[in-house]
């Protein structure tokens, strides 16, 4: 069965830096897309990142812009997020979820539980 | 950006109600649109894609519907284990979701 394990969260201070990874078993990771997708306590989903099945091609939302790095190691079925300047307004729980096809359709078929990213001094 | 509005923001309903939750784009995304169910704690579920498709292993009672900027969720017999928050998110233009419906125990 398909599963995404998110690790690496916690708290860290305004302008530090954070390295959130994501394991993927169950299905041939390779030949996903895969996203973050984040949500601030008490409130909504918010989309963060996708990356090609490849790593060739990456998008990102406006407000990560420029601090967030998403990348993959298809040799060892993982996803990671280089999260740099972090402010308060990036704490939230962060969800790695996979793409339902190759290229990326933005639809999400399976999430991980989440990883808690705290930004506080 | 596509901008996502839900309404209502929260339904109190009863087991075996007919539910209805409505969400609406600020630009037409043709049909680019899902349905994802959340509880406390967990990640979301996903339900619903392209309007109206649903998942493998979504019970049918779950159904979806629209096109262009007005869609509907509809839970045609409420059951205990779907009181949650639904999200719909369109996908015509990257991703935004709605701010989500909490569908309570009335």
């Known amino acids: 069965q398909v599963q995404l394990v998110e690790t690496g969260g916690g708290v860290v201070q305004p302008g530090r830096s954070l390295r959130l990874s994501c394991a993927a078993s169950?299905?041939?990771?390779?030949?996903?897309?895969m996203h973050w997708v984040r949500q601030a306590p008490g409130k909504g989903l918010e989309w963060v990142a996708i990356i090609s099945y490849d790593g060739d091609n990456k998008y990102y939302a406006d407000s990560v812009k420029g601090r967030f790095t998403i990348s993959r190691d298809n040799s060892k079925n993982t996803l990671f997020l280089q999260m740099n300047s972090l402010r308060a307004e990036d704490t939230a729980v962060y969800y790695c979820a996979k793409d339902t096809l190759s290229y990326g359709a933005y639809t999400f078929d399976y999430w991980g539980q989440g990883t808690l990213v705290i930004v506080s001094s | 950006d596509i901008q996502m509005t839900q309404s209502p923001s929260t339904l109190s309903a009863s087991v075996g109600d007919r539910v209805t939750i409505t969400c609406r784009a600020s630009?037409?995304?043709?049909?680019?649109l899902a349905w994802y169910q959340q509880k406390p704690g967990k990640a979301p579920k996903f339900l619903i894609y392209?309007?109206?498709s649903l998942e493998s292993g979504v019970p049918s009672r779950f159904s979806g519907s629209g096109s262009g900027t007005e869609f509907t969720l509809t839970i045609s017999s409420l059951q205990p284990d779907d009181f949650a928050t639904y999200y719909c998110q369109q996908y015509k233009s990257y991703s935004t979701f709605g701010q989500g419906t909490k569908v309570e125990i009335k």
């Open positions: 630009q037409s995304i043709s049909t680019w």
């Open positions: 169950g299905f041939t990771f390779a030949g996903y897309s």
């Open positions: 392209k309007a109206s």
